[in-house]
């Protein structure tokens, strides 16, 4: 549990957002954390706002339930966590995050309207959201996801400073559940909602709608806090790709991320905000593999990142400051 007091401290200058990326987006972003606490002498559950998608809303709602940052390290490469941290995990209940089938799905489309809505006006037909549209409904359920971060949260909404994307299906809007101005839903339904992977797992029904993966169309979403009250914004992007030549047969998809990235990473700073990208390189790249669902490979990614992570903090002073900002 976080001190009391602790929310009212928060200095709401720092921006954080977390994209998605699989059980390896996931370790990314536990070393990326990770680092700028140790390196950087800034905490992550201090963030103005904390913006999650698919995986990156794991890490983003367990930041804003009070876990510290070197315990989703630590967590990650199989090490003892600190009390605060372990109370906090041991709110989650054995099994809570065993996933099943569901019944057999149909093999119809997940949303015909949005296919004839993009088929009118093909200017609307991103990619992400014909696929997501086109695919049957997945089979696998998001309720293990939706218990389990329930129960970390002890069935609160954390934060008010906590922002998680989802794509509905009914019109191929991504909604970022949180924002200021409407209530948001149950904390487990939006985690779920945010993760659910077209074509993998059932969309998730929330006040009637149907969601699937917050990712869909934008594997961050970094400019929805373009109107957040933040100077800085660290963006931690698993799936794009820091720089350097590699041989891995992901970089060319991963290239097409970055640039997605830094198109949202431009309209953020002519918005006035700093921003500070995180993105795998080549040693990172190795230890994820080409699946980010490849279950065993959390611990050897965590610590690329973290070695990575804090060179690049080390090399630059306005990193290193965050922590007396």
Known sequence: ???????????????????????????????VVAAL????????????????????????TSLAAGMPPADLA???????????????LARVSPGAREFAASEAASRAPASPDLLRAMARDPLQAH????????????RISTAPIARSMGELCTGSWPSTRLRLTAFRLSDGQTVVFGRPG????????????SCAIP???????????RYVDG????????????????????????????????????????????????????RLRAAGKDVFLFAPGKAEISAMGPNPMAPGREAAVTA????AATARIAADSRLRDLGGS
């Open 1 to 31: 549990m976080l001190k009391p007091g602790y929310e009212e401290a928060v200095h709401m200058r720092i921006g954080l957002v977390l994209g998605g990326g699989g059980l390896t987006g996931g370790a990314f972003h536990a070393g």
């Open 199 to 209: 074509g993998y797992f059932t969309p998730v029904n929330i006040d009637g709608e």
């Open 215 to 266: 990712g869909t169309t934008s594997a961050c979403n970094a400019d929805a806090v373009m109107h957040e009250d933040v100077d800085v914004v660290i963006v931690s992007a698993p799936m794009a790709i820091h720089s350097g030549v590699t041989l891995a047969p992901d970089v060319p998809w991963r290239r097409v991320m970055r640039r997605q990235v830094d198109r949202e990473i431009t």
């Open 127 to 138: 990619p992400g959201k014909v696929v997501a549209a086109a695919l049957p409904e997945g």
């Open 74 to 88: 630590a967590r990650a490469l199989g090490q003892e966590l600190s009390p605060a941290g372990a109370a906090i």
């Open 37 to 60: 606490a140790e390196a950087g002498g800034w905490d992550a559950r201090t963030a103005g706002v904390l913006l999650g998608t698919s995986a990156g809303s794991i890490t983003a």
């Open 182 to 193: 409407a209530p948001p839903p149950p904390i487990g339904s939006a985690v779920a909602a």
């Open 304 to 307: 690329a990142t973290v070695e």
